[in-house]
């Protein structure tokens, strides 16, 4: 379980804390439960029998005896317990005891099971009273119980070594514990008050580590890097809006503005743009290259894929039509003696915009002098694995002004921790003329009709999506490309073309069966997620999402960003009999709204932060103890704090932060990329 030291087991927190109770007879349970009063309490019994119940909910009714009488054990939307348990079994369960219509009963109790021939009659009947009971995130075949004595073991031992990285005043001035008394509470609290210490403190911890690592990197930006300052003349100013070939709306002048104003300081712009899919931020990257090309200098633009560089590529060069730019794609697949001839060209600063991705341009270009780097992350979030781009004359302080576009916007209050060092400008509103999406979600049985609706759709000339979850023919019984492809061939869609789309394709077979879709010679494409990203077919109007609850509500969201792209209105139909809660809440978030903005609220309320911001796609360590947004508060504090003392201290270079440092770089330093800091 990546356990190996004791500093391992020290840091390996509890998930939760079970209380043990007094074992009691069931009568003793009955009669506690009757009087109304009834606490936590641990029973054991035998099975008598197990039932599944009836009602809207899943429910498997287990009737659970011993010498003294009978209560009923009720497992709420647990069904696979009705496999597990059986009648003649013997189990320890606990929770809460109540009265139900005449009969005592424990709803969705915690329970093991133990021998056949274990005895039922509690031994003593005093009224100890409970005990806190630390449960560890466990594996079979190591279980809580064996890592609880394993940290019981070193505990004492191991928190006598500890040393406090926080100044006593400073933990007096917050009521926090020492550090190793924190420890001690957590691991083996006697009270429930010591877990919320306990938690306090490190949660605490964590945050003020993750917030002076980003204001530190901020400081370090601010004071230490310089970016040409590429002012912005009402002359250069023309000469954009002469390349944009509608009005702009509000929003996007508003942005454009916002990073207009910051590519004119020599402090490197650290800039996240965020606009809904379809919003408008082509233009507003190319507005801030342009910038940069008005005074001789170099940007690049830097796509998650081949597939949408090549995109933005065909995209820019049109609107760059007879412009005097030289603007250059360069992907993997150019290679050879083009690939040197552009390589030398942008090294000599003869190509002004540069369209890659992340990989090409970072490992083997090198700019003359790179001025604006975009990133299109669409709905990643590795903002913080920030290009970093080659200049050929760069002394170490040089550093290109960056801008990040994502499709997926953070939430308010999410966007102070791993975003605390960018600036935001956010385009919410969409251009005009947009046809609107309509969504519905509907069962198999829908799905006769859904096809009917795409036959419809390319009978009038329009164009369709079927979006499936996987390739080939899983165990999971979900709906597959190659089987659905012929289903639909065979049936539905006989008298549509249909071509498969997926990532085992390499880019040219890929690219050359877009360019069918986009000419109109094949009107469905049956793919997988592959299509969420850029792909833009105005003439797309159904999208029929199979299995829809087994896709992220961001993917969903931005899947369906891909029809009602022209002038005609989209559908969406998600086709879906949600197994989870969590399934049926993303179909009723896409139902409910299409606002992206919305839409990532509801991401985070259902998935939580953790996921959302996982530790893959921004390579920040995920937190051990802090939860957002539950731990905004102490974030707030945390954030203020950090800003407070990184002013006092900007490397936190003075003896008394020797050890707040040394842990702040060994927790952030490398994924922050703290090293340049000193
Ligand atoms: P995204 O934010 O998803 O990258 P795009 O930049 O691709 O959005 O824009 C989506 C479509 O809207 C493009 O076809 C673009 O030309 C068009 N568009 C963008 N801004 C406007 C505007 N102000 N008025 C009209 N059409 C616009
Ligand atoms: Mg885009």
Redesign the pocket.
């Known amino acids: 379980m990546g356990l190996r030291c004791v500093a391992d087991l020290l840091l390996h927190a509890p998930s939760r804390y079970r209380r043990t109770h007094p074992w009691q007879s069931l009568s003793r349970v009955a009669a506690a439960a009757a009087k109304g009063a009834a606490e936590g309490m641990e029973v054991r019994g035998e099975i008598a029998s197990v039932q599944r119940g009836f009602g809207r909910t899943p429910k498997v009714e287990v009737v659970l005896e011993d010498d003294s009488g009978d209560i009923d054990l009720v497992f709420f939307n647990q069904p696979w317990v009705q496999r597990k348990l059986h009648p003649g079994m013997r189990i320890i369960a606990t929770g809460k005891p109540r009265t139900y219509r005449d009969r005592v009963q424990i709803a969705n109790p915690e329970w093991r099971r133990i021998d056949d021939d274990a005895p039922l009659q509690p031994p003593v009947l005093d009224e100890q009273s409970a005990s806190i009971c630390p449960v560890y995130p466990a594996s079979e075949e190591v279980p809580s119980d064996h890592i609880a004595d394993l940290i019981d073991s070193i505990l004492d031992e191991a928190v006598a070594l500890l040393e406090d990285h926080l100044p006593a005043s400073f933990r007096a001035s917050h009521g926090f514990p020492e550090l190793a008394t924190a420890y001690r509470y957590l691991h083996r609290p006697d009270l429930d008050e010591h877990i919320d210490a306990a938690r306090r403190r490190l949660a605490f911890d964590e945050l003020l580590l993750l917030q002076l690592g980003v204001m530190m990197k901020r400081f370090h930006r601010r004071t230490h890097l310089h970016a040409p300052a590429l002012d912005r003349s009402s002359e250069v100013q023309a000469r954009i809006a002469a390349r944009i070939p509608?009005?702009?709306?509000a929003a996007?002048t508003r942005v454009i503005d916002e990073i207009g104003a910051d590519l004119a300081e020599n402090v490197p712009m650290n800039r996240l743009l965020q606009?809904?899919?379809?919003?408008?931020?082509?233009?507003v990257a190319l507005a801030a290259m342009l910038q940069a090309v008005a005074h001789g200098r170099q940007a690049a633009l830097i796509a998650p894929t081949e597939l949408l560089a090549e995109q933005h590529a065909r995209?820019l060069g049109s609107l760059l039509t007879d412009a005097s730019v030289r603007l250059e794609l360069l992907t993997g697949s150019i290679s050879g003696a083009a690939r040197r001839s552009l390589l030398d060209a942008v090294a000599a600063g003869d190509v002004d915009i540069v369209v890659g991705t992340h990989a090409v341009l970072t490992q083997d270009v090198t700019f003359q002098e790179l001025a604006v780097a975009v990133t299109d992350e669409q709905h990643r979030f590795g903002v913080h694995q920030r290009a970093s781009l080659r200049s050929k004359a760069a002394d170490d302080s040089r550093c290109p002004h960056q801008l990040v576009m994502t499709?997926t916007p953070i939430p308010r209050t999410l966007s102070l921790t791993i975003f605390g060092d960018l600036d935001i400008s956010i385009i919410d509103e969409m251009?005009?003329?947009r046809a609107p999406i309509s969504t519905i979600a509907v069962g198999r049985s829908g799905a006769a009709a859904a096809y009917e609706g795409i036959a419809t759709a390319v009978r009038r000339g329009e164009r369709a999506y079927v979006v499936v979850p996987v390739i080939e023919e899983s165990t999971a019984g979900l709906t597959d490309l190659e089987s659905h492809l012929e289903t639909l061939a065979d049936g539905p869609l006989r008298h549509c073309r249909l071509a498969a789309m997926h990532g085992r394709l390499d880019v040219a077979a890929r690219e050359a069966i877009m360019d069918q879709f986009r000419r109109g010679d094949v009107d469905v494409l049956v793919a997988t997620t592959v299509i969420e990203v850029g792909v833009?077919v105005p003439e797309a109007t159904v999208m029929v999402i199979e299995d829809a609850d087994r896709f992220g509500l961001a993917q969903l969201h931005q899947l369906r960003?891909r029809v009602g792209?022209g002038e005609r209105p989209g559908h969406c139909v998600l086709i879906a009999e949600p197994t989870t809660d969590e399934g049926s809440r993303r179909i009723a978030a896409m139902v409910e709204t299409t606002d992206g903005f919305r839409i990532a609220e509801r991401d985070l309320e259902i998935r939580g932060p953790g996921e959302l911001f996982g530790s893959r796609q921004s390579g920040m360590p995920p937190f051990r103890i802090a939860a957002l947004p539950g731990d905004l508060e102490l974030l707030a504090l945390a954030r203020r704090d950090a800003i407070a003392w990184i002013e006092q201290d900007p490397l936190l270079t003075l003896p008394e932060h020797a050890l707040l440092r040394r842990r702040l770089l060994k927790a952030h330093g490398r994924w922050l990329g703290l090293g340049d800091v000193g």
Do not use: I, L
């Not at 509608?246 to 709306?249: G, H, K, L, V, Y």
């Open positions: 509608f009005a702009p709306t996007q606009g809904d899919v379809g919003s408008g931020k082509t233009v995209t499709a251009p005009p003329g833009d960003g792209r």
